[in-house]
């Protein structure tokens, strides 16, 4: 160690060393922080220093006066030096230089000034002593220190017992036990004690022994006994009376012996007092602690044996030698444990009320072992009991009850009581939380505790304290929080079944916030019963009984059964309830007896059963799903069917379950949706169901009252509690609008992001569930709050739409309620302003409410959709159509007839029943008159609105459909955002679409063709229906069923479809100018057309319905079956649809019937309900004309025109070319505007091809393969038809065949110029000759024709005398026409008839479709018949319609404007002005000679192509089986028209690229010309001429057959080209 006194300040030591020295000692005495370190440093400082001295370095005098100034640097600096003295004692006492040893002696003795001689005495050697003369003799002192040590350590004390006398002790006894009352002190009896002692030389310990003995027996005497024991104790030993005391415990620590209470209680008072460590008296006690926490142990262990036991299925033999065996266990435990002495005391201890001494024995054991013993528990409650008094005498007692007062402890020393909240937190808590679940011996502790804590949470919540205050009472609050979890909770669970407990508790838990409440529950749930040996008995108890119960609950013994469930609930809730909901989860029929027999429950209980179903519904662990994927689970159902019930017999909170339900919302979950769903329907008394019969729905179309009485299955009373009670809680906790908002999003969100890898019959579950709840609890919303509430949460549309991103649907139904709330609060606040009763200025103050209330919302919409919709129909037609409903438009009168009739019923019924008595009677009629009263009131309301509304939409409907464009535009617009949308939201709506149409139509719209719109929602079904899911298609059957029944209406009668239809402009055929809606009544659609185009629509619904059941996939079968149940009632009517129909069901139920089983369910059903409408059923003569006689107008037009899904006919095209202007010549534009009605009148007329036109002819020939005997009478018929219809004038005859030809080569043109852009058939040069000769003799033909017609023309008579004649050419060229086909049959207009009888060769037949594809298949009818193929590749024009459904309407669109470019073009080529007549027929000659030459060539040119394709190709050789297997389908007929269309056009691919597409865009122009040509050619070999030679038509059918088999290389080519792609 190195040196801290250096030489130099030795031998400097006056200049500088003294100074230097001194300030080392005092900076090492400053170093106060580290007390070791600077005891060895100074140390070693002061011994260099001492050892300079006694090397001689230094003068002791020197030394001694240095050392006299540091030792006052610090206290213990003597010692310091002392020690230092000591070892250098000890080192110069061996050395041999005797002046060291001098020089030592002389140092200490200067030193002895500052050094005191005891602490010499002890630190130096006695030698030293006394050379230093500060003992007299070494060793005499020697010898002294051994006697003092012998006698202090090894000698014993005797007490001569013989010299002892007992009457000593006798007097001891005396004087101890003498009335202590009066001025008796305890001193004057400790002097005669020591005189006793002294006299009778009595043994001082037995003395106190005996002290302590009469203490015991005088117990009320503490404040005597305490201070004698005190005073006695300064007389003995500290350790004696511990020893005494524990010499007493260990007396009775035999196994037999009980130490006495008095013992313990003496022993607690000397604790409390500090007369006595309880350190040294513990050691004293038994059990061991060790023992303590075995026992523990194994009470624990017993715990879970007896649980174990009890979940065990034991059988029968085994039970008998079980209940043995215990019963021996039971025995062997009732003999007596030993006693725990550690236990007496700490009872004693609590007693007195010393509970820091308590505090510490119980934190020596296991945690709540103590209190386990009844007796702790009990002491520790009556000093909590003690504690709380006066706080609970000033803020606990309820009002009115009295309450047994406590009094105080006597003893100063017991802990203080508590006057405020902030008392209870320094004793009281800690105490209960010692107690834990042993709280439950004191219920009255237990009751004031809860009251403390009730009104402790008054205070709490109440505002107004300083922010010191709020902290204060923050934690006290968190303290609360924990004794309730730790005390009165498990404590509850202890209680032999205390229902007031429950209720008091309830009193404290309301006051919490339900998120704190369900957080305590789940700990009591799921921790505290597992915290100690008797909460997991009583757990495993509790599962028992709750078995016992529950194999017994039947509907029968519902009262028994909950009564007893009520007494196991109000101690262990969570126990019980988690076990119901389990067995619930499992047998659905339990939900029912379960729900009525929960009528003994607490309020806490109640929402206890709250925290545990949402528990239950958020458990991890289940599967939402079920293992097929494709349904809801069984459990998840059962659960949210037992809310609804649940929730709405009981008065629970509900707030915990709707935000769970908004949670599982945010988080992107819906099948919990389920939930709200069943408490919106139970509680609220609002069904959703798509099972309404049409009555329910009618009657859901009246007001409140009609709606209840009508409308829903199961009579719903008594839901204004529980529909308050709902309302109330969406209200308090702001639930209702968010969980509008988070449904109308999660729709979307099912789709897009929950659907994901799920079933699609799951996913459209989901769908339909979010929906419906959705609707529900918007209904919900509207009937129940208050029109302030409404207004101040619904935000306005555009809002909802843009900030929140809500569906357009969704975002007015929500804002719907809305606009009525303010209509009518306007109108009544209009009505008291001005007095004025007359019809006429009510009507004018509801117009002026609804524009103040609307004009806002018309402005809002605009932002909707892209400005371009609002071309067509206005902001205003649009928030009319979206804002009305059902109770604007109609009033269902037969639903209140109904009603009013059922009542008089049941009043008659009152009136004949004679056992009722008759207050009763008098009462149900009453109820029964008022019911009536209020419906009679109610339908004459309804009855005045409706015709209010009506006014109103009279004067807005002028400027409702503005039709910029056209007006397929406008209706395309209508359909794709109003009808669509809306048709699909609910059933009611459903119908309400249907109604509008029919309003709009009604109302006479301007710019509205009612045609056109039916047409449309007709026409192509496929797509809207394949879109849908389950419960949308039902909603879409419905809305197909409505408009079906108006079209049916009017087809029954012509006198009704004249009132109704004849003068309307929505049946106007010719579109003109937007302008101009008048015009003559040639306009018009007459009656038999439109039971034409009734029947086209029937067979579109037909085609549209065999497709869908023909594709094979689940959505369309289903959706098609559900939307053909619907419209049952109306469709089919025509008796060879319906079979057709039948055969197809028929098929789907055979396919089926193993793969899937809800599919063959709903055929079948259907399959009956359509046998069951066969009688109704009528031929198709019957039910239109099949060859109607001359007439106005013609339904060519809406055959072609919106027939084609928005396809405008050639006649359409007319009038758009007339509107457009083209630049034309005038006259000649003027001669064909004139004669276009007769144009199409006499295509009609003359062909019945028109409609093969479209795609709807033989394509389904398999349909009906089985009819050729009734085909072939069918058609001889129509030739009787023919002959007896008069034909047209010979002007409209000349007008119309050359319209007819111009017709079909603008039809053929506008079908051709799509197909080829999909198409991509190369045709070689000699094809393309070909059709040049084609071309040109079928024009010599034309012009052949039209002379002869135009010659024909003259008188009226001439013209009348013709026409028959003309009739008959034309069924003998049909006939010739047939026979040279080898029988090819001519279809009827719209007939499914095959037009190919199996005999036919394979030959005819592939000609037969390559005319199909050429001639008939529309761009919009290959599409329909791809079905959803075509959907991905579809573009969509609307981008901010955020619905997905409407893709056909969007399709259609494009298709219809693609058309309209290429029909204007070919148009304009094909209306140049004709070259002279005569110039023609030699041009047409010329042609006719060449393009047979060049047709021989072809042929050559064909074989040798045919030959090499062979060769290249091998591909082909795949493909050719596929093509043979199609054709034997198709020859048997089991192939339908999507077969057709499919196997014949690899155009049709949607893998198409826009390359492609371009490409033959630009191939095609080339040959638009030719195409044109081919398919007149087509079409005039159906009607053919009288002068063309045999010979001619043989050779041209040979060369048809020659390209078709061409045609049909080229195809498989193609499509082996495809496949190379």
């Known amino acids: 160690m190195a040196a801290l006194l250096p030489g130099e300040w030795i031998k400097n030591w006056e200049k500088g060393g003294k100074s230097e020295f001194v300030q080392l000692c005092r900076a090492l005495s400053e170093n106060k922080n580290h007390d070791v370190g600077f005891r060895a440093d100074i140390q070693q400082a002061l011994y260099e220093l001492a050892y300079h001295v006694v090397r001689g370095n230094l003068k002791h005098d020197q030394a001694s006066n240095v050392l006299g100034d540091v030792i006052e640097f610090r206290e213990d600096m003597p010692s310091i030096l002392a020690d230092v003295f000591c070892i250098l004692d000890i080192e110069t006492s061996c050395l041999e230089e005797k002046n060291k040893r001098d020089h030592f002696t002389q140092l200490v003795l200067a030193c ?71 001025n008796m002190t305890s001193d004057l009896i400790l002097e005669n004690i020591k005189s006793l002692i002294g006299c009778f030389n009595l043994d001082p310990n037995r003395v106190l022994d005996i002290i302590l003995e009469v203490y015991e027996c005088r117990p009320e005497y503490d404040d005597f006994f305490v201070p004698l024991i005190e005073s006695y104790m300064y007389m003995c030993e500290p350790q004696t009376l511990c020893h005494i005391l524990g010499f007493k415990f260990k007396f009775y620590q035999d196994p037999s012996g009980e130490t006495p209470s008095s013992l313990y209680r003496v022993a607690a008072v000397l604790l409390q007092h500090n007369l006595i460590d309880l350190e040294d008296l513990y050691v004293h006690l038994l059990p061991g602690d060790n023992a303590i926490t075995e026992e523990h142990r194994r009470e624990i262990v017993e715990a879970k044996q007896i649980v174990r036991k009890l979940t065990m299925v034991v059988l029968s033999s085994e039970k008998t030698e079980e209940k043995e065996k215990e019963k021996e266990k039971e025995e062997e435990k009732t003999e007596k444990p030993p006693d725990n002495q550690k236990l007496g005391l700490l009872e004693a201890l609590l007693k007195i009320g010393d509970w820091h001494h308590a505090q510490s024995i119980m934190d020596q054991m296991p945690p709540f072992y103590a209190t386990s013993h009844k007796p702790i528990a009990v002491a520790l409650c009556q000093l909590v009991h003690v504690t709380i008094e006066p706080l609970y005498r000033r803020v606990g007692v309820p009002k009115g009850a009295k309450g047994s007062p406590i009094s105080s402890l006597p003893n100063k020393r017991a802990p203080k009581q508590a006057e405020s909240f902030e008392e209870l937190r320094k004793e009281v808590f800690s105490m209960l939380c010692y107690l834990g679940p042993h709280l439950s011996h004191d219920p009255i502790l237990f009751a004031k505790v809860v009251r403390l804590g009730k009104a402790f949470m008054k205070e709490f919540q109440s505002d107004g304290s300083k922010q010191e205050d709020k902290e204060k009472m923050e934690t006290l609050f968190s303290c609360l929080l924990s004794i309730t979890d730790q005390v009165l909770l498990p404590s509850l669970s202890l209680m032999d079944c205390n229902a007031c407990m429950s209720e008091e508790l309830w009193g404290m838990f309301k006051t919490f916030p339900y998120q704190y409440r369900y957080r305590l529950y789940g700990q009591w749930k799921n921790e505290t019963y597992n915290s100690h040996p008797l909460l997991v008995k009583v757990k495993a108890q509790t599962i028992d009984r709750a078995k016992y119960i529950m194999k017994r609950l039947t509907k029968e013994n519902v009262k028994p059964s909950g009564r007893q469930i009520g007494k196991l609930s109000h101690s262990n809730p969570t126990i019980l309830f988690d076990y119901i909901l389990s067995q619930i989860q499992k047998y659905d029929n339990l939900i029912t007896p379960v729900v009525d027999s929960l009528k003994y429950l607490t309020s806490l209980n109640y929402d206890v059963l709250a925290y545990c179903i949402i528990e239950a519904l958020a458990n991890p662990e289940k599967e939402r799903m079920k293992h ?178 809500t569906p357009h649907d969704a975002a007015f139904f929500l804002s719907r309620p809305m606009y009525a709330h303010h209509i009518s609060s306007k109108y009544d606040e209009l009505k008291k302003a001005e007095k004025g009763n007359k019809q006429q200025h009510k009507v004018h103050k509801y117009i002026t409410s609804c524009e103040l209330v609307m004009a806002p919302v018309h402005e809002a919409v605009i932002s909707l959709h892209l400005p371009k919709v609002w071309d067509d129909i206005s902001p205003q037609f649009y928030a009319t159509f979206w804002s009305l409903t059902m109770y604007d438009l109609a009033v269902p009168h037969s639903s209140y007839d109904r009603e009013v009739n059922k009542l008089k019923v049941q009043m008659k019924a009152i009136d004949d029943n004679q056992e009722m008595p008759p207050n009763k009677k008098k009462k149900e009629k009453e109820r029964c008159t008022a019911l009536q009263d209020k419906l009679l009131e109610e339908e004459k309301k309804q009855l005045e609105h409706v015709q209010r509304v009506l006014q109103r939409l009279k004067l807005e409907k002028d400027n409702w ?199 063959y369910a709903l055929a079948m059903g259907y399959s009956g309900q359509l046998k069951s409408r066969k009688p109704f059923m009528i031929p198709e003569n019957e039910f239109h004309h099949k060859d109607p006689p001359a007439r106005n107008a013609v339904p060519a037009t809406v055959q072609n025109g919106p027939g084609g899904a928005g396809m405008p006919t050639s006649l359409t095209i007319n009038t758009v070319r007339l509107e457009e202007g083209t630049t034309e ?40 393969k089985e009819k050729d005997d009734k085909e072939k009478s069918g058609k001889e018929k129509d030739k009787e038809k023919k002959d007896k219809t008069p034909a047209a004038t010979p002007e409209m005859k000349a007008l119309g065949k050359d319209g007819k030809e111009k017709l079909k080569e603008e039809r053929a043109n506008k079908e051709e110029k799509p197909r080829e852009i999909k198409e991509k058939t190369p045709k070689s040069d000699k094809e393309k000759e070909k059709v040049k000769k084609e071309e040109k003799a079928s024009k010599e033909e034309k012009s052949k024709t039209v002379v002869t017609i135009i010659e024909s023309k003259s008188t009226a008579e001439k013209e009348r005398e013709k026409e028959p004649s003309r009739e008959r050419d034309l069924s003998k060229e049909m006939k010739s026409k047939e026979n040279a086909k080898g029988g090819e049959k001519v279809p009827v207009a719209g007939s499914l008839k095959s037009p190919v009888p199996r005999s036919e060769t394979s030959e005819s037949e ?71 007549k005569s110039k023609e027929r030699e041009v047409e000659k010329k042609d006719l000679d060449k393009s047979r030459e060049r047709s021989r060539e072809r042929e050559k040119k064909d074989e040798k192509d045919r030959k090499d394709r062979k060769r290249d190709h091998s591909n082909n050789d795949r493909e050719v089986p596929q093509d043979s297997t199609k054709r034997r389908k198709e020859e048997n007929g089991t192939t339908g028209s999507s077969k057709h269309s499919k196997s014949e056009s690899p155009s049709d691919s949607p893998r198409l690229n826009e390359k492609e597409k371009e490409k033959s865009k630009s191939k095609s122009s080339g040959k638009e010309k030719g195409d044109s040509i081919k398919a007149e050619k087509m079409e005039k070999s159906s009607s053919g001429s009288k002068k063309e030679s045999r010979h001619d038509k043989e050779k041209a059918e040979k060369k048809e057959k020659r390209d078709s088999t061409g045609g049909k290389e080229e195809k498989k080519h193609h499509k082996s080209s495809d496949k190379h792609r």
Request: aromatic share 8%; net charge positive; glycine share 6%.
């Open 1225 to 1264: 010549e005038t006259d000649k534009l003027k001669e064909k505007s004139q004669g276009v009605v007769k144009v199409i009148n006499k295509t009609v007329n003359a062909t019945p091809k028109v409609t093969t036109s479209n795609g709807n002819s033989a394509s389904n020939s398999k349909i009906i």
């Open 628 to 805: 097929d994927d494709t349904t809801i689970s069984s459990w998840l159902q059962s659960l949210a069917s037992f809310c609804g019930a649940v929730f709405r017999k009981y008065p629970i909170e509900l707030a915990g379950l709707l935000q769970y339900v908004a949670n599982q919302l945010k988080a992107g979950k819906s099948f919990d949706l389920l939930i709200l769903k069943e408490v919106v329907q139970k509680m609220a008394g609002i069904e959703i169901t798509e099972e309404m019969t049409m009555e329910q729905l009618e009657a859901m179309t009246g007001g409140e009252q009609l709606k209840a009485e009508g409308g829903y299955f199961g009579q719903i009373r008594n839901t204004k509690k529980s529909s308050q009670r709902l309302k109330d809680a969406l209200l308090d906790h702001d639930l209702a609008l968010p969980l509008c908002l988070l449904m109308a999003q999660q729709r979307n969100g099912v789709i897009f992001q929950e659907g994901g890898e799920k079933h699609l019959k799951l996913v459209g579950k989901l769908y339909d569930q979010c929906h419906d709840t959705l609707v529900q609890f918007g209904g919900f919303l509207a009937s129940n709050l208050s029109t302030e509430d409404y207004i101040k949460r619904v935000p306005s549309i555009d809002v909802l739409c843009n900030e929140f991103h």
């Open 1406 to 1476: 592939r000609e037969q479709k390559r005319r199909k594809v050429d001639t008939h298949s529309s761009p919009s009818h290959s599409s329909t018949v791809k079905g959803t193929a075509v959907l991905p590749k579809v573009p969509l024009v609307s981008e901010n319609y955020s619905s997905s459904r409407v893709i056909s309407v969007h399709f259609l669109q494009d298709n219809l404007n693609e058309l309209k470019d290429s029909s204007a073009k070919h148009y304009i080529n094909h209306t140049t002005p004709t070259l002279s």
């Open 112 to 182: 002895l000034y500052l050094v005191s001689d005891t602490v010499l005495k002890e630190r130096l050697d006695p030698e030293t002593l006394e050379s230093l003369g500060l003992i007299k003799q070494s060793q005499q002192f020697n010898q002294k220190s051994v006697k003092i040590k012998t006698k202090l350590f090894y000698k014993q004390q005797k007490f001569n017992l013989l010299r002892e006398e007992n009457e000593g002790y006798a007097k001891l006894i005396a004087e101890l036990g003498q009335d202590l009352s009066g």
């Open 961 to 1159: 459909l503005l039709a910029k464009s056209t007006k397929n535009e406008t209706i395309t617009k209508f359909l794709q955002l109003c009808i669509f949308p809306r048709c699909i939201f609910s059933a009611i709506d459903a119908v309400y679409c249907a109604h509008f149409v029919e309003l709009v139509h009604q109302q006479k719209t301007p710019n509205f063709s009612t045609l056109l719109c039916y047409d449309r929602v007709f026409s192509d079904i496929i797509y809207t229906v394949a879109s849908c899911t389950e419960n949308e298609a039902s909603r879409y059957g419905r809305f197909l069923c409505c408009m079906l029944e108006t079209v049916t209406r009017w087809h029954s009668d012509r006198v009704i479809y004249e009132k109704e239809c004849g003068n309307y402009p929505g049946f106007l055929t010719i579109l003109r100018a937007t302008g101009f809606d008048g015009g003559n009544k040639a306009d018009q659609l007459d009656y038999e057309n439109f039971r034409h185009v009734v029947h086209k629509w029937h067979y579109k619904l037909t085609k549209a319905s065999v497709h869908c059941l023909e594709t094979g996939e689940y959505t369309h079968i289903r959706n098609i079956l559900i939307v053909l149940t619907k419209i049952l009632p109306w469709y089919p009517k025509v008796l060879n649809l319906g079979q057709a129909l039948e055969r197809r069901v028929h098929k789907i139920c055979q396919e089926e019937k193993e793969k899937r089983p809800d599919l």
